[in-house]
């Protein structure tokens, strides 16, 4: 029995009842003190009477295994690993890689797997084992779980929803952050729940001792039991935390057992796994075997099954290990290194006992870090490198396999780490071109932090340093972070360090013209490398961000919908909010802005999901243009609060387009003027912020405050050659020289924005500056046409302020009562306005005829998941089946 839990035990059957009777997921961490009953707690969890025939899953971390990528995975997944076969083949490969060389399959090169890939088998492989009955996965001592098992586990818990699946993580107060996972927090026994416990175990104690154990443990349930056992506690003169005194209390109860279950003890400690073929073939060096442990099972201080040795509890293995003299655990490390038939586990036990520089084995730490790599196993290959790095006698190896050792760790989405990687390197590089090597990643680490103008001065200040093949990479990726950040001067030493250099790159060249306004220059020479990009497929990520300074939201969107299907193929899944981020920027101008909200829903909660706090936030300054258009300033206010640095551009623009469009148009001017003044008012979200500071000078009555803006903008457009962004331009011009208009430039941008199609938001405000300019010059009649029009628009887009606006510019026409409530009616809400961004998204690969094993593998979702959301939509569809779908006429998903 369990004494003092009632509260846990009640959420744990909580949790499983529900997966049993409504296939509903859930996970859980437990959390406290070494002692504090976590491991009973999940023992309970897997006993018969509560798990009731569901399949238990395990896996415990061990201390020894951090370093070993996917050490845990291989653990918890080892019995169910028939069913990896049947996974999309991007996840089986993903766990066959998981599984190591000795798996069933060629592991993935490093280049082609994504580090979140095997989260999403691990979640696919639970759901489809949950297909036949609910799955309890029980993960203990999850601090010491090796990096990539915590992320691919992690992954697979938050995004768990109706699969009939349960994952119960036990973990110390620290080393084990979990952000977004529930926790419960174990607390000390009471003194009555202590007594009860004692008793129940111990009933021979006397009196006056089972006070003192009460007293001495605290309150610690393993602390309490081990003290009541073994009747050995400290002199409570010179108390030591509990935890040690736990130890103190083991290794006093190792140390009366004979000398040979001492040794296998350590034998087994220093393994650490408790793999039998191993651990025996080390003893065997020693005369031992495995009989020489039954005293210590008999004391119940380990578990011996068919094929491995189980410690009752780490602090057990930590005594043991910990209690033996150095010499000893050399000479244990040196037999099972020996012993050992996985290279990793060779050369972990040959560098536990290296104390001083060898080459040999530096070089085997650091094969073992690239065929952590080869898995994706990011940290672990990290501390390998490093590793290798402190055992390297040469400086320059050293320094290598330091800047090694920064780049995996950045890849792990540690950028911390890996600056003080990188500047431990660079401290030992003996060459300018290992200076360059490093800068690379220092600047990335920068940039990740929200410091452009420093990634981009770094860079730039070393690419001249680099080797030839890598300086135009170097350059083109200076001028790009210098460029989100308006720094003109980088840009331009960019552009004549590739010249000295004998250097081309197109994109420097084009940035350098830009950045000097001179559009006529540069837009079309980054208009080619877009155009090329699409071609030959390649680069699609930079040539995304090129298509956004262009303004060609079509080829833009293709180019974006390309690289997202290409990320969701692969399972690309740490790059996907990148693209996701580019995609609902153009869908906001298509006018897609359902399917833009669903496509920045979906990259805010991979990057949450992920740990890319930054970009959450740069997809919610995007995601605020929806908002300023919608006129919902508390909404907008949240999505642009922790947005970082380099989306503050898009965030002001946002901000001034919502004043705009309330009619605060001094503070619009005022924030809009910031904007053209700021470093950034060359990028592509804030150009087109200029036509809203036109209007904005315009309506506050200051128009002589809007002829820069208007000078700058029509330079962009007439250089653009893209029909809307001329249109806007001259809009703006007849809005500015409106007492001087005749309406033909009104009529000609109409015809721009009818033959181009792009931007309705656009176009809308065109109409309805339109219909205003033809109501005030008595032509009512011909004004109701463009103001009907920008009506019908706004409402679709849910624009409620600018509705407004043209409903009362037609109410001014004469336009009756009844007439606009028709108008209103026929633009009802579309029936795919009643979905949630996910179920839409769902609903519309559906409708395409895509199994919902295929969309599951699409979204990172579970196929239960999807068929969960298809539930829920047909009902707000007014349907009952995917057949019904087609005739919806639903337009494809992005």
Same mark, same amino acid.
């Given at each position: 029995?369990?004494?003092?839990?009632?509260?846990?035990?009640?959420?744990? @059957?909580?949790?499983?009842?529900?997966?049993?009777?409504?296939?509903?997921?859930?996970s859980?961490v437990?959390?406290?003190?070494? &002692?504090?009953?976590?491991?009973?707690?999940?023992? !309970?969890?897997?006993?018969?009477?509560?798990?009731?025939?569901?399949r238990?899953l395990?896996?415990?971390?061990?201390?020894?295994?951090?370093?070993?990528?996917?050490?845990?995975?291989?653990?918890?997944?080892?019995?169910?690993?028939d069913?990896?076969?049947?996974?999309?083949?991007?996840?089986?490969?993903?766990?066959r &890689?998981?599984?190591?060389?000795?798996?069933?399959?060629?592991?993935?090169?490093?280049?082609?797997?994504?580090?979140?890939?095997?989260?999403?088998?691990?979640?696919?492989?639970?759901?489809?084992?949950?297909?036949?009955?609910?799955?309890?996965?029980?993960?203990?001592?999850a601090? !010491?779980?090796?990096?990539? @098992?915590?992320?691919?586990?992690?992954?697979?818990?938050?995004?768990?929803?109706?699969?009939?699946?349960?994952?119960?993580? $036990?973990?110390?107060?620290?080393?084990?952050? @979990?952000?977004?996972?529930?926790?419960?927090?174990?607390?000390?026994?009471?003194? *009555?729940?202590?007594?009860?416990?004692?008793?129940?175990?111990?009933?021979?104690?006397?009196?006056?001792?089972?006070?003192?154990?009460?007293?001495?443990?605290?309150?610690?349930?393993?602390?309490?039991?081990?003290?009541?056992?073994?009747?050995?506690?400290?002199?409570?003169?010179?108390?030591?935390?509990?935890?040690?005194?736990?130890?103190?209390?083991?290794?006093?109860?190792?140390?009366?057992?004979?000398?040979?279950?001492?040794?296998?003890?350590?034998?087994?400690?220093?393994?650490?796994?408790?793999?039998?073929?191993?651990?025996?073939?080390?003893?065997?060096t020693?005369?031992?075997? =495995?009989?020489?442990?039954?005293?210590?099972?008999?004391?119940?201080? #380990?578990?011996?099954?068919?094929s491995?040795?189980?410690?009752?509890?780490?602090?057990?293995?930590?005594?043991?290990?910990?209690?033996?003299?150095?010499?000893?655990?050399?000479?244990?490390?040196? *037999?099972?290194?020996?012993?050992?038939?996985d290279?990793?586990?060779?050369?972990?036990?040959?560098?536990?006992?290296?104390?001083?520089?060898?080459?040999?084995?530096?070089?085997?730490?650091?094969?073992?870090?690239?065929?952590?790599?080869?898995?994706a196993?990011?940290?672990?290959?990290a501390?390998?490198?490093?590793?290798?790095?402190?055992?390297?006698?040469?400086?320059?190896?050293?320094?290598?396999?330091?800047?090694?050792?920064?780049?995996?760790v950045?890849?792990?989405?540690?950028p911390?780490?890996a600056?003080?990687? $990188?500047?431990?390197?660079?401290?030992?590089?003996?060459?300018?071109?290992?200076?360059?090597?490093?800068?690379?990643?220092?600047?990335?680490?920068?940039?990740?932090?929200?410091?452009?103008?420093?990634?981009?001065? /770094?860079?730039?200040?070393?690419?001249?340093?680099?080797?030839?093949?890598?300086?135009p990479?170097?350059?083109?990726?200076?001028?790009?972070?210098?460029?989100?950040?308006?720094?003109?001067?980088?840009?331009?030493?960019?552009v004549?360090?590739?010249?000295?250099?004998?250097?081309d790159?197109?994109?420097?060249?084009?940035?350098?013209?830009?950045?000097?306004?001179?559009?006529?220059? &540069?837009?079309?020479?980054?208009?080619?490398?877009?155009?090329?990009?699409?071609?030959?497929?390649?680069?699609?990520?930079?040539?995304?961000?090129?298509?956004?300074?262009? &303004?060609?939201?079509?080829?833009?969107?293709?180019?974006?919908?390309?690289?997202?299907?290409?990320?969701?193929?692969?399972?690309?899944?740490?790059?996907?909010?990148?693209?996701?981020?580019?995609?609902?920027?153009?869908?906001?101008?298509?006018?897609?802005?359902?399917?833009?909200?669903?496509?920045?829903?979906?990259?805010?909660t991979?990057?949450?999901?992920?740990g890319?706090?930054?970009?959450?936030?740069?997809v919610?300054?995007?995601?605020?243009?929806?908002?300023?258009?919608?006129?919902?300033?508390?909404?907008?206010?949240?999505?642009?609060?922790?947005?970082?640095?380099p989306?503050?551009?898009?965030?002001? #623009?946002?901000?001034?387009? =919502?004043?705009?469009?309330?009619?605060?148009?001094?503070?619009? /001017?005022?924030?809009?003027?910031?904007?053209?003044?700021?470093?950034?008012?060359?990028?592509?979200?804030?150009?087109?912020?200029?036509?809203?500071?036109?209007?904005?000078?315009?309506?506050?009555?200051?128009?002589?405050?809007?002829?820069?803006?208007?000078?700058?903008?029509?330079?962009?457009?007439?250089?653009?050659?893209?029909? !809307?962004?001329?249109?806007?331009?001259?809009?703006?011009?007849?809005?500015?020289?409106?007492?001087?208009?005749?309406?033909?430039?009104?009529?000609?941008?109409?015809?721009?924005?009818?033959?181009?199609?792009?931007?309705?938001?656009?176009?809308?405000?065109?109409?309805?500056?339109?219909?205003?300019?033809?109501?005030?010059?008595?032509?009512?009649?011909?004004?109701r046409?463009?103001?009907?029009? *920008?009506?019908?628009?706004?409402?679709?887009l849910?624009?409620?302020? !600018?509705?407004?606006?043209?409903?009362?510019?037609?109410?001014?026409?004469?336009? @009756?009562?009844?007439t606009?409530?028709?108008?209103?009616?026929?633009?009802?809400?579309?029936?795919?306005?009643?979905?949630?961004p996910?179920?839409?998204?769902?609903?519309?690969?559906?409708?395409?005829?895509?199994?919902?094993?295929?969309? *599951?593998?699409?979204?990172?979702?579970?196929?239960?998941?999807?068929?969960?959301?298809?539930?829920k939509?047909?009902?707000?569809?007014?349907?009952?089946?995917?057949?019904?779908?087609?005739?919806?006429?639903?337009?494809?998903?992005?």
């Amino acid at each position: 029995m369990l004494y003092g839990r009632d509260d846990e035990l009640a959420r744990l @059957t909580e949790l499983i009842d529900a997966a049993r009777d409504h296939q509903r997921s859930g996970s859980i961490v437990l959390r406290g003190e070494a &002692g504090i009953g976590k491991s009973a707690l999940l023992e !309970w969890a897997a006993g018969d009477e509560v798990c009731r025939g569901a399949r238990v899953l395990r896996v415990t971390g061990f201390e020894a295994e951090r370093d070993i990528a996917f050490a845990g995975i291989l653990q918890l997944l080892w019995p169910v690993r028939d069913r990896v076969e049947s996974l999309p083949e991007a996840q089986a490969a993903a766990l066959r &890689g998981a599984f190591g060389p000795t798996g069933t399959g060629t592991i993935v090169g490093a280049a082609e797997q994504d580090r979140f890939i095997c989260g999403l088998a691990v979640l696919t492989l639970l759901a489809d084992l949950a297909e036949d009955g609910p799955v309890l996965c029980l993960i203990d001592d999850a601090q !010491w779980l090796d990096v990539a @098992t915590t992320e691919a586990l992690l992954f697979a818990a938050r995004r768990l929803a109706v699969e009939g699946v349960v994952m119960m993580f $036990a973990a110390r107060e620290n080393g084990f952050a @979990t952000p977004g996972l529930p926790e419960l927090q174990l607390t000390r026994l009471a003194r *009555a729940d202590a007594e009860h416990l004692l008793s129940e175990r111990h009933a021979t104690l006397s009196p006056s001792l089972r006070s003192r154990v009460v007293r001495e443990s605290d309150g610690n349930p393993l602390a309490l039991l081990e003290f009541g056992s073994t009747r050995r506690m400290p002199e409570s003169s010179a108390p030591l935390p509990l935890a040690e005194r736990v130890t103190a209390s083991f290794r006093a109860q190792i140390a009366g057992l004979p000398d040979k279950t001492r040794d296998m003890l350590l034998i087994a400690s220093a393994e650490g796994r408790g793999y039998m073929p191993s651990l025996l073939a080390a003893a065997a060096t020693f005369g031992l075997g =495995l009989g020489d442990l039954e005293e210590a099972e008999r004391a119940g201080l #380990v578990e011996v099954t068919g094929s491995a040795i189980r410690f009752r509890h780490p602090l057990i293995r930590s005594a043991s290990y910990h209690g033996a003299v150095a010499a000893q655990r050399i000479r244990v490390h040196r *037999a099972l290194s020996e012993a050992a038939d996985d290279p990793d586990c060779r050369v972990r036990h040959r560098a536990t006992i290296t104390m001083s520089p060898d080459e040999a084995v530096a070089a085997d730490l650091e094969k073992a870090a690239e065929r952590a790599l080869s898995r994706a196993g990011y940290g672990p290959a990290a501390t390998l490198y490093q590793h290798a790095a402190e055992l390297s006698p040469s400086l320059s190896e050293r320094s290598r396999r330091l800047g090694r050792a920064a780049d995996a760790v950045f890849r792990a989405g540690r950028p911390a780490e890996a600056d003080d990687f $990188a500047q431990r390197a660079e401290k030992l590089a003996e060459s300018p071109a290992d200076l360059a090597r490093l800068a690379r990643i220092r600047a990335a680490v920068e940039f990740e932090r929200g410091d452009p103008p420093a990634a981009a001065r /770094l860079l730039i200040a070393q690419a001249e340093h680099a080797e030839p093949g890598d300086v135009p990479a170097m350059l083109r990726t200076g001028a790009t972070y210098a460029w989100s950040a308006g720094d003109a001067e980088t840009i331009g030493r960019a552009v004549e360090l590739l010249r000295a250099t004998g250097h081309d790159d197109p994109a420097v060249r084009a940035l350098g013209h830009l950045i000097k306004a001179d559009y006529a220059a &540069g837009l079309p020479l980054l208009a080619e490398q877009v155009a090329a990009a699409r071609s030959e497929g390649s680069d699609l990520t930079q040539a995304i961000y090129w298509g956004l300074i262009v &303004g060609d939201d079509r080829l833009t969107q293709e180019l974006a919908v390309a690289e997202a299907a290409r990320c969701r193929r692969e399972g690309l899944i740490g790059v996907l909010p990148n693209v996701l981020q580019a995609l609902a920027q153009v869908q906001i101008a298509a006018g897609l802005h359902r399917d833009a909200e669903a496509t920045g829903q979906e990259a805010i909660t991979i990057a949450r999901d992920i740990g890319m706090e930054r970009r959450e936030g740069r997809v919610g300054a995007v995601l605020a243009r929806l908002a300023a258009i919608e006129g919902d300033e508390e909404r907008l206010h949240r999505l642009v609060e922790h947005a970082p640095p380099p989306s503050g551009g898009l965030a002001d #623009v946002a901000l001034g387009l =919502l004043d705009l469009g309330l009619g605060r148009y001094e503070a619009a /001017l005022v924030r809009l003027e910031e904007v053209a003044q700021s470093p950034r008012r060359f990028t592509a979200g804030t150009m087109v912020a200029a036509a809203d500071q036109i209007e904005a000078a315009v309506r506050a009555g200051q128009p002589e405050r809007a002829h820069e803006a208007l000078a700058r903008f029509t330079s962009w457009a007439d250089a653009s050659h893209i029909p !809307w962004t001329r249109a806007v331009a001259l809009r703006s011009q007849a809005l500015l020289h409106e007492a001087d208009s005749s309406g033909k430039a009104y009529e000609e941008a109409l015809h721009l924005h009818e033959e181009d199609g792009a931007r309705p938001f656009e176009r809308a405000r065109t109409e309805l500056l339109y219909g205003e300019w033809l109501r005030r010059a008595r032509r009512r009649s011909d004004a109701r046409g463009p103001l009907r029009s *920008a009506a019908q628009i706004f409402e679709r887009l849910k624009a409620t302020p !600018w509705a407004e606006r043209a409903r009362s510019e037609l109410r001014a026409t004469g336009e @009756t009562t009844s007439t606009l409530a028709s108008h209103q009616q026929a633009t009802a809400p579309d029936l795919l306005d009643r979905l949630t961004p996910q179920e839409l998204q769902v609903v519309r690969l559906a409708a395409e005829g895509i199994s919902s094993r295929e969309i *599951a593998s699409q979204l990172f979702l579970s196929p239960r998941t999807v068929e969960y959301h298809l539930y829920k939509a047909y009902p707000k569809l007014g349907i009952s089946s995917r057949k019904e779908l087609a005739r919806l006429q639903l337009q494809p998903v992005p």
